[in-house]
């Protein structure tokens, strides 16, 4: 393995992402997830990925100190200062300053590769060691503004756990491999660019878990290709945004988005974002720091938005992005205070409880800036069901909230192959109209899944911005139309699917039919009289 990983070191050292350089991305992406099915042994893919997600943020969160606190030291005139070398004793005095900065301190044996080189010696209790260096590592944060962003970041690495093997022994054997491994994934120094070779192995790695695992695995993870679509409309025309959000932000991969669509420093005021399950809410946050947001910038909290929302004294939010769990149970009218929510009064009625797909829509308008677009992942019910969900499509009509409407392909998600849709929402349009898109065939079939190739979602945002009609792909739809057909807004309803049957020319195809019976009595006629020569011939 090692020099399988020192010939791919030489290669992605100062690496970037591009169309020139996939191959070898793909290289890469082909070693982590063999590391980490050889690693992981007879352990449940699903319940591994916390042991190797977590470990390769530690050695993240190592490298990224030490890159800082050495190029200060090396800037202020020692060159050959490194901060991995120092005793204990001696870091202590920059604890203060490093948590102030970067929201945590690590003391330098407590560093990855020092622990990770020191490893075997800890055999016997090497999982003690992990232990209480996580627990470091969160404490050193406590009382700081970076507390909440720290907390329980650890939780899900069980360094104790009887899945890693029946003995402590086996366990501490298991979790050697997982430190080489993790230290031997060639993800260079943090120079230039290559932090984002940790993100990338991350959201790489996220998604393979998510499509191994089923139903769940689609639970937290949007595709990449998906969320860069969203993230464009979103920012569509505009260089940098106040702010963003994701009130259903699963593992963080829409959100970040932006960061790749804009870049970093461009979106101003931060990341915000929502999560109500424990473990995907930590994975999120794990997610900021790999792709080196820095604690101050994000801002992730734990728990059920619809009816305990975070981030009240924030909104409004420039641009919204979310794909939240399709049709899935909520309070409802079963808790009378929810109808006279400011998020959810206009509408005059509250999504069903067994659906709360528009529950989130009237969230995210209700937080959705005047200057603002919200894109979102959509179950395609909420299109054209009836009873309250109609009259919720009532409202966002007739108050013109509604920009586009865009049909998906099938099975681009993890664990679903349903068509969704995305529902594009503005508050200051120019137009009453509805623009409507068809890109339910753009798509190409990648393994097992379908796939939004770049020209897809070029096309498709294409049209976005042009809103005008396109045969058989977008249509501009005036509101007044959308009302007089019951607010249905599927998008088969206006954009008419072109008719790829050939075209029959009924005349040439009585003629051909005509020929062809004339030739057949022929035949007819001349097998007769070749078994009437027979039949004379044998009398």
Known sequence: MRGTTDTLRHHFQGWTVDNTREQERAELHKTIWRIANDLRGSVDGWDFKSYVLGMLFYRFISENLTAWLNAQEREAGDPDFDYADLSDAEAESAREDMVAEKGFFILPSQLFANVRARARQHAENL??????????????????????DFKGLFDEIEVNSSKLGPTVLKRNEKLIGLLDAIGDLPLGTFAGNTIDLFGDAYEYLMQMY???????????????????????????????VNKVYDPACGSGSLLLQFAKVLGKGKVRQGFYGQEINLTTYNLCRINMFLHDINYEHFHIAHGDTLTDP????????????SNPPYSIKWAGDANPLLINDPRFAPAGVLAPKSKADLAFTMHILSWLATSGTAAIVEFPGVLYRGGA????????????????????????????????????????????????????????????????????????????????????????????????????????????????????DIRRLNARIEEIVGRQAELRAQIDAIVADLEGEAA
Not at 135 to 145: K, M, Q, T, W
Not at 313 to 320: G, L, R, S
Not at 476 to 486: D, K, T
Request: glycine content about 6%; charged content about 25%; proline content about 3%.
């Open 127 to 148: 999982n003690e060691v992990l232990s209480q260096i996580f627990r470091d590592i969160e404490g050193s944060a406590l009382g700081s503004d970076s507390e909440d």
């Open 210 to 240: 998510a499509s191994s695992a089923g139903k769940s695995g689609g639970e937290f993870f949007t595709p990449q290709e998906v969320s860069e679509l969203l993230a464009r409309m979103a920012v569509y025309g505009k260089k940098q």
């Open 310 to 321: 975070a981030f009240e004294d924030t909104e409004p939010f420039e641009a919204i992005v």
């Open 389 to 504: 969900e109609k009259k919720i499509r009532q409202y966002l009509i007739d108050n013109n909230f509604v920009d586009t409407v865009i049909q998906l392909p099938p099975d681009l998600f993890f664990g679903t192959t349903i068509a969704t849709c995305i529902i594009v929402l503005k508050k200051s349009k120019k137009d009453n109209s509805t623009l409507f898109i068809d890109a339910s065939a753009e798509f190409v079939r990648g393994g097992n899944k379908n796939k939004l190739t770049r020209a897809n979602r070029q096309k498709i945002l294409d049209a976005f911005g042009a809103r005008q009609d396109s045969p058989h792909f977008a249509r501009l739809v005036p509101n007044s139309e959308i009302a007089a057909n019951g607010y249905n807004i599927s998008v088969s309803s206006y954009v008419e699917q072109e008719n790829t049957a050939e075209v029959v």
